[in-house]
T-cell receptor, first 116, second 111 residues
C-alpha cells in the first residue's frame, strides 16, 4: 500500500515564476492537509481540503497561494509569483477521515522549494 | 490562537544517557501526537495520546499526556545513536483536526 506521494521532491524557481506542488494521498484517503516548514522552524498548517472542497484555509497567505483537490487526480498547492521567502519544505498529509482530532495524519516526503 | 512550546530546542548527549523533551501549551488539545523527522523526509508518527494522564510506551520511549491535556513529555531511556533526529509534538485542533506543531527538538546522541 503506497504511502503519501509528493512531487517534485525538489523544485527550483526564479522570483516571479509559478510553483506547482502535487500530493497524491494514500489509497482510500479523501482528506488532505498542507503544511509548510520554514528553515529552523516547525511545521505550520496551511490548508485542509476534502475532494472538491476547501474546509479550512486559515493558514494560507492571503495572496499568491491557492490549493485544490479535484474529484480526480492529486491535490495541488499553487504559488504564483514566488518570492525568496517562499523557500521552504512543503508537506502534505492525508487521513481517511477528516475533522477528527484523534485521526492519524500520514505525511509525504515533502517538496523542497528553492526560490533564486 | 493555540500554541505549543517545545523544549529544549537542541540536545546533545552521550549514548546511554536519559533525556526528556517537553511540550507545553496554555490551550487544551483533543489529542497530542509525537513525530520523528529525518533529514529530507516527512514526519513519521510515533504515538498519539488522547486521554488526560495517559502514558504510552514504545520500547525505550515513554510518552505522557498531562492531566489537563495541555502538556506532554517524551522520555527516552538509555539513548542510542539511532535515536538521533528531529522530534516534533503536535496538538490536534478540535474543530478540523489540523495539527499545531511545536518548534521541534533536535536530538544528537553521540556514540
Amino acid at each position: 500500500n503506497a504511502g503519501v506521494m509528493q512531487n517534485p521532491r525538489h523544485l527550483v524557481r526564479r522570483r516571479g515564476q509559478e510553483a506547482r506542488l502535487r500530493c497524491s494521498p494514500m489509497k482510500g484517503h479523501s482528506h488532505v492537509y498542507w503544511y509548510r516548514q520554514l528553515p529552523e522552524e516547525g511545521l505550520k498548517f496551511m490548508v485542509y481540503l476534502q475532494k472538491e472542497n476547501i474546509i479550512d484555509e486559515s493558514g494560507m497567505p492571503k495572496e499568491r497561494f491557492s490549493a485544490e483537490f479535484p474529484k480526480e487526480g492529486p491535490s495541488i498547492l499553487r504559488i504564483q509569483q514566488v518570492v525568496r521567502g517562499d523557500s521552504a519544505a512543503y508537506f502534505c498529509a492525508s487521513s481517511p477521515r477528516g475533522g477528527f482530532p484523534q485521526e492519524t495524519q500520514y505525511f509525504g516526503p515533502g517538496t523542497r522549494l528553492l526560490v533564486l | 490562537t493555540q500554541l505549543l512550546e517545545q523544549s529544549p530546542q537542541f540536545l546533545s548527549i552521550q549514548e546511554g544517557e536519559n533525556l526528556t523533551v517537553y511540550c507545553n501549551s496554555s490551550s487544551v488539545f483533543s489529542s497530542l501526537q509525537w513525530y520523528r523527522q529525518e533529514p529530507g523526509e516527512g514526519p513519521v508518527l510515533l504515538v498519539t495520546v488522547v486521554t488526560g494522564g495517559e502514558v504510552k510506551k514504545l520500547k525505550r520511549l515513554t510518552f505522557q499526556f498531562g492531566d489537563a491535556r495541555k502538556d506532554s513529555s517524551l522520555h527516552i531511556t538509555a539513548a542510542q545513536p539511532g535515536d538521533t533526529g528531529l522530534y516534533l509534538c503536535a496538538g490536534a485542533a478540535s474543530n478540523t483536526g489540523k495539527l499545531i506543531f511545536g518548534q521541534g527538538t533536535t536530538l544528537q546522541v553521540k556514540p
